[in-house]
């Protein structure tokens, strides 16, 4: 089985799967159908290409939470203008976004969906964005391919958070992992709207998709504590 590694760690990501009108949420992880959303771009899938879209449903999706990061809440205004190009009204947004996370995604499927998702990930047709056109991937974001099955990966990874978040928080022993439910034995169960039925901007749907959350040991690398300033210096004197 062959699962693909990605890291999502931009300076602000936004997941929303319940947003309406004016205020926009985010989750506090990224959604399965953020992540479809993301290869489907790469794939080169226009919005209204549902039949093409709805088969990246069948990928297994497990993402682990390695830096939490922090709720931002971003204030807007816009003047809505008339024809005749008088002001006609102002409206108010609330747009949330998770500052300073980072999340591992392990993916896989058949091996020739698995293909060509990964050849697509590597060289994406349309620019791929975590949940809004403003917010490029990073460049580390796509982390490799293991034969290995997801949830099993994911247990086994060493911790993936800035190492001054590592230092400042030594004391974490677990994280939370949330996959799809067919893939645990166990664990609390979540029924998302987070299953893609179309991008269409004319008739955008999503289903429900279960969920299951557990917490697993983290596998930590050792940080060094001491900074040497003459470190950068080597091989130049």
């Known amino acids: 089985m062959t699962t693909i590694l990605l890291k999502l760690a931009g300076p602000l990501q936004s997941y929303g799967v319940d947003s309406h009108f004016e ?31 709805q088969v990246l449903n069948q990928l297994d999706f497990v993402v682990r939470i390695d830096q939490p990061g922090e709720l931002l809440r971003d204030f807007h ?20 976004y998770l500052q300073d996370a980072i999340f591992i995604i392990a993916i ?39 034969e290995e099955a997801p949830v099993t990966v994911l247990k086994n990874l060493e911790w993936q958070a800035s190492k001054w978040y590592q230092k400042k928080n030594k004391n974490i022993s677990q994280l939370d992992l949330y996959a799809d439910a ?43 504590t001491t900074h040497d300033v003459f470190s950068v210096l080597e091989g130049g004197l």
């Open 108 to 146: 896989s499927g058949s091996e020739v969906l698995m293909q060509k998702v990964s050849k697509a990930l590597k060289s994406p047709y349309f620019q791929p964005f975590m949940g809004r056109r403003s917010l490029p991937l990073n460049s580390d974001f796509f982390m490799g391919e293991v």
């Open 23 to 53: 205020t926009r949420q985010t989750q506090r992880y990224p959604s399965k159908s953020a992540m479809i959303g993301i290869i489907a771009a790469s794939l080169g899938l226009h919005r209204d290409q549902d039949d093409e879209i």
């Open 77 to 96: 205004t816009a003047n809505a203008i008339k024809k005749d190009g008088k002001p006609n009204r102002t409206y108010v947004s609330h747009r949330y």
């Open 182 to 224: 067919n893939l645990l034995d166990s664990g609390e169960t979540l029924m998302p709207r987070d299953r893609v039925m179309s991008f269409s901007q004319q008739k955008r749907q999503h289903g429900f998709r279960p969920v299951k959350h557990i917490r697993i040991s983290v596998i930590k690398k050792e940080i060094s």
